[in-house]
């Protein structure tokens, strides 16, 4: 351990000596206070806050991996060039230790420099309604849709029902000899797969849906907010684009039939107009949440919207946390990923050179970036090449970093979504401990086998 | 080392071949090469260009695989880190990190070897004042000369006090007295018990300090052998005396002339280092002021300390472990076979001369040369077994003492 601390410590001198480090701080230092000050966002406190967060997180999150594959391809590689590297390993360490070294020096300047940045990123965003002077409404709004840290629940669709609902369609359409004629079977269920999809969400005028969240648990019941989060698809759209919308919120239990409360809790209801295909949130007392946990919402499409609407994405958020730890796991979040990107530099600089080692390091980040979609077009492609190419190129594939999605907490934070501890420990076990650590290994082995004075003539 | 290990170091028929970007064989760089250096032995590995010298060393150093063979420095491979770190090495340049600073760079070799703090800091400080850089140690190396680098590479191969010191080209880019301090500090460290390779085109410099050379060309070693048995002229002779009169010399041309020999009567000239450093020295003690390198002529103490254990074993049994066989250096290098008393004198006027110049003390090792016979092999058998019984029971079992003694019973 010794031996791999000083070769961590020199290798953060040698990385914090270098223009790229003093430039992306500079960048870092001098942008993060220019986009707060200068950020407009909707006009809003909360608008703001969650147009700095976006710009700023992912600006510091980019320039932070590119800072990580530059200094992790550079150690090695430079030290090889310059052959500082003879001289050190003709000492008593052994080449794990040097791999070991050079990836914990990167992953200690990753920590100071994510602290560092996650923390004038924090204090920015903290300062900004005392900067912009919001009003007590605009405070409140961010402080409840902001700086807080929500729980999503969502009500999984049906998928058996909709399956046996295709297969009864299909067979009916089979026996009538109503089959299109043009189009193959896989064609036709996924067209009727899609169509009781939409059936399934559709609530035809006049008519309506219900949706019920057990284990709603919000902090405070009395003094709180839930938000209710949706989406208008309609069948026809409007000339206005607008939509009105009459929903029900609460316990629905004791209700009679008129829909009356009768409950300890109260039921809200809320009619508004939203535009179509826009996201909404309808804040609702967090009193409307039963004790128990069971909360009802109900959308009645009235007659004057003359179309089917489909309530979309229907979600209750509730605050389940505090916006710091939030913060603090979102940038944990970030820290695992720089990892990733640190092991695969050190990994590609024992075999490659600078140049060729950030390339492969970018194509990597990049692929990382774009939501999967490169991964999953290979795999379609690759499928065709069968057992070789599930042997050979699918497990590299599978070395590639997922940076999207659920793994980039930017949208997390923005929308004041609790990053779960779950999301967080997933992201360590598979970026960190198995595809980090494969990376680092492969480097390892191929470091300790390879000639380090070789020479090509 | 274990006692089985004849050899500091060794090769077993070391063969490198460098191939082409396609695997082929392309240039033999070293082939079937046998090199045997005994512990305690100075040995220089001599060749031009291009002869494979670098690369037998960087197989010695792991640095590369070799192609056939074997290369073994006390008994094992130098990846095994128990050996290396009783190595120290000097590369041809000196691959050091330009963004630390002198007493930095030494300080990350030695945390790299373990040393505690203390015995560090002692070192550094002993070793920095030693290649005369105490001045500039915490100026950046990158704006060090090549010659003060060079130092600085010097003193991390030897912060560890390695049993075996790996030197490639040691004297280049260096200045006059650097050079002198090497060389001796070379000699120093063999009578210490250290053993040296040395890889060098200065073959001055080779031959003033090693007790024995090898010559490769073209991956091959072509000739093997000690200094004194390759270089010897034995059908020429050369008598150096006190000045004489015009009379003796014209007498002494007729007696060579009535035996019809050749002679050839000079007045010796003085050696240009010897020289360089008396001037370089004179303006030292005038206090004259220099950016660069500050000669002190001192050796590292903890290079120097004789091990006081093995002193006092030596005074009990009586025994001197490592007699001494001197032997005098003439100007032209040869061989001389008989010195006066007056020419001693005369010579040890001049050793003063030298070490007051150069601060160092009287035994330094400019006009000494340990002979080829190894002192160990001198020490009768059964003094030897009275050091070990009674070393033993004032270590109280194997430490690195008794290793050390052992060492010197394989040689």
């Known amino acids: 351990m010794r031996s791999i601390w000083v070769v961590a410590r020199n290798t953060i001198s040698q990385a914090m000596r270098l223009k790229v480090a003093l430039l992306v701080i500079m960048m870092l230092v001098i942008l993060l206070p220019l986009m707060g000050l200068d950020v407009t966002g909707d006009g809003t406190l909360k608008g703001k806050l969650q147009t700095f967060a976006y710009n700023a997180l992912m600006l510091m999150s980019i320039m932070l991996c590119l800072f990580t594959i530059v200094i992790s391809t550079y150690s090695l590689t430079n030290e090889l060039k310059n052959k500082q590297l003879f001289l050190v390993i003709t000492k008593p360490i052994c080449r794990f230790q040097i791999i070991c070294g050079k990836l914990l020096g990167v992953i200690v300047l990753d920590i100071f420099m994510l602290a560092m940045f996650a923390g004038v990123i924090y204090c920015l965003m903290m300062f900004m309604p005392y900067f912009f002077k919001a009003n007590e409404i605009d405070k409140l709004k961010a402080n409840n849709e902001f700086f807080s840290a929500r729980t999503i629940r969502e009500v999984p669709v049906d998928m058996d029902m909709i399956k046996e609902a295709v297969n009864k369609r299909y067979e009916l359409r089979q026996k009538a000899g109503d089959l299109p004629t043009d189009m193959t079977k896989q064609q036709i269920m996924q067209e009727f797969f899609n169509q009781e999809l939409n059936k399934d969400k559709a609530v035809l005028p006049g008519g309506r849906k219900k949706w019920v969240f057990n284990n709603v648990k919000p902090v405070n019941r009395k003094d709180e907010y839930i938000f209710i989060r949706y989406k208008y698809g309609v069948e026809v759209t409007p000339p206005d684009e607008m939509i009105m919308g009459a929903w029900a919120i609460g316990d629905d239990r004791k209700a009679d039939e008129y829909g009356l409360q009768q409950s300890e809790t109260p039921v809200y209801p809320v009619i508004r107009k939203d535009a179509v295909n826009k996201v909404r949130e309808i804040p609702v007392p967090a009193g409307a949440v039963a004790a128990d946990g069971y909360l009802a919402l109900e959308f009645v499409n009235p007659y004057e919207n003359g179309t089917t609407v489909m309530p979309q994405e229907v979600q209750v958020l509730y605050r389940s946390g505090t916006f710091a730890a939030n913060y603090c796991r979102a940038a944990l979040i970030i820290f695992a990923r720089l990892i990733f990107l640190a092991a695969l530099g050190v990994s590609l600089s024992t075999w490659l050179s600078f140049p060729v080692a950030v390339l492969v390091c970018m194509v990597a980040f990049v692929t990382g970036m774009m939501n999967g979609f490169i991964m999953e077009s290979f795999d379609t492609l690759g499928a065709g090449a069968g057992f070789i190419y599930s042997l050979t190129f699918k497990p590299l594939l599978w070395l590639l970093p997922r940076f999207d999605g659920q793994y980039n907490p930017t949208n997390n934070i923005v929308g004041a979504e609790v990053i779960p501890w779950l999301l967080v420990g997933k992201t360590y076990a598979f970026m960190v401990a198995v595809k980090s650590a494969i990376l680092t290994l492969l480097g390892i082995w191929f470091f300790s086998n390879r000639e380090i004075a070789k020479i090509i003539v | ?411």
């Open chain 2, 1 to 411: 080392m274990s006692k089985d290990n004849q050899y500091a170091i060794e090769t077993l028929s070391l063969t490198k071949i460098f191939p082409d970007w396609w695997g082929r064989a392309k240039v033999i760089a070293v082939e079937d090469l046998d090199m045997r250096i005994k512990p305690n032995e100075v040995y220089g590995l001599l060749g031009p260009n291009g002869s494979g010298k670098t690369t037998t060393l960087k197989m010695m150093l792991s640095l590369l695989h070799p192609t056939r063979g074997k290369a073994l420095i006390l008994g094992g491979s130098s990846s095994d880190t128990r050996i290396s770190e009783r190595v120290g090495y000097l590369p041809e340049e000196s691959y050091l990190y330009k963004y630390l600073s002198a007493r930095e760079t030494l300080e990350f070799y030695g945390q790299i070897f373990g040393l505690p703090r203390s015995v560090r800091k002692a070192r550094i400080e002993s070793l920095l004042e030693m290649v005369g850089l105490s001045g500039m140690s915490n100026r950046p190396i990158g704006t060090f000369s090549k010659g003060m680098a060079r130092r600085i590479g010097l003193a991390q191969a030897l912060i560890n006090d390695p049993d075996v010191l790996i030197l490639d080209e040691p004297t280049s880019g260096m200045d006059p007295i650097g050079t002198r301090q090497m060389k001796d500090l070379i000699i120093r460290l063999a009578k210490r018990g250290k053993t040296i390779l040395l890889c060098s085109h200065l073959l001055a410099d080779v031959e003033d300090v090693c007790d024995r050379i090898g010559i490769l060309y073209g991956g091959k070693m072509r000739v093997e052998g000690t200094v004194s048995s390759l270089l010897r002229n034995k059908d020429e002779h050369q008598i150096i005396t006190d000045r004489i009169s015009d009379g003796a010399l014209e007498k002494i041309k007729d007696v060579l002339k009535q035996e019809n020999l050749r002679c050839e009567i000079t007045s010796p000239m003085d050696r240009l280092e010897d020289f360089f450093v008396r001037t370089v020295a004179e303006a030292q003690q005038q206090k004259a002021t220099t950016s660069g390198v500050v000669n002190t002529g001192k050796i590292g103490q903890f290079l120097s300390e004789e091990d006081t254990q093995e002193d006092l074993l030596d005074k009990l049994v009586s025994a001197p472990v490592t007699p001494e066989i001197k032997k005098p250096k003439t100007m032209g290098n040869a061989e001389t076979e008989s010195v006066k008393a007056e020419n001693i004198e005369t010579e040890s006027v001049k050793k003063e001369l030298l070490e007051d110049l150069i601060k160092k003390p009287i035994e330094s090792a400019d006009t000494e040369i340990v002979a080829n016979a190894k002192p160990v092999e001198t020490v009768d058998q059964q003094q030897e077994k009275s050091r070990q019984d009674l070393l033993k029971d004032l270590m109280g079992g194997g430490d690195a003492s008794t290793d050390r003694t052992e060492q010197s019973e394989d040689a």
